[in-house]
């Protein structure tokens, strides 16, 4: 028997789930990259659900001094 699963934080609503559960991507400089092999090099970041994909980036996207 193998309870041996890592548990990773969602940047969208911050709840805490196993990797099978949340889709991996990573942030560069052209936008999204979703990490589907799970072996790309650079920072990655998980989401649970398109919704919270569409949080995060609305959160990005807020600019300092803009309006
Ligand atoms: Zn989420």
Known sequence: MTTNQQTRMCVGCHKKMTSEQLKR???TS???TFDTSKKQPGRGSYICSDQCLDKFKNKKHRK???K
């Open 25 to 27: 991507f990573i942030v």
């Open 64 to 66: 300092k001094g803009e």
């Open 30 to 32: 052209e936008g999204i």
